[in-house]
């Protein structure tokens, strides 16, 4: 029925607002969406739960790039075609922060998002290791409003 659910835009099969499948143009066996944890902050930010994306960081290193400097090198899973901003928190009760990096070694720390090119990959950034502790955040940035 025209003007009733959400249309996918790749394949024109409608979904009710809780994924549930009105119309499939892909035949038997197409199933209603999966549903995913989700929370909005009820201002600018939508955190989404999606299981097995592992997007953990993979190693973290102190890496001195001068006598005086210290950075942390973050290694994580780059996925083709994506884009990632680095946060940072000193405890879990605050939000994290988006934070400047490098990414090279002894690259200045002025990036603020990176895009991963036409291969999945390993990547690197290099942070300045400013804090003695807190947590650092790898973001994978889908879209923005506005």
């Not at 029925?1 to 249309?7: E, I, L, N, W």
């Not at 190693?59 to 996925?79: D, E, H, K």
């Not at 895009?115 to 400013?130: E, F, I, K, R």
């Amino acid at each position: 029925m025209p003007g009733s659910g959400m249309v996918c835009p790749c394949h024109g099969s409608t979904y009710d607002i809780d994924g549930t499948l009105i119309y499939g143009v892909l035949g038997p066996g197409q199933g209603s969406l999966r549903q995913y944890n989700a929370a909005f902050d009820g201002a600018d930010l939508l955190k989404i739960e999606v299981p097995g994306l592992n997007l953990r960081i993979k190693s973290i290193a102190v890496v001195t790039s001068t006598p005086t400097s210290r950075r942390l090198r973050l290694t994580f899973p780059g996925f083709a075609g994506s884009d990632y901003r680095v946060r940072y928190t000193p405890d879990l009760s605050a939000a994290p922060q988006a934070v400047p990096f490098a990414i090279t070694p002894g690259g200045p720390a002025v990036q603020t998002s990176l895009h991963v090119g036409a291969a999945n990959t390993v990547v690197s950034v290099w942070v300045d290791n400013m804090a003695t502790r807190g947590f650092y955040v790898i973001e994978l940035v889908v879209g923005q409003v506005g």
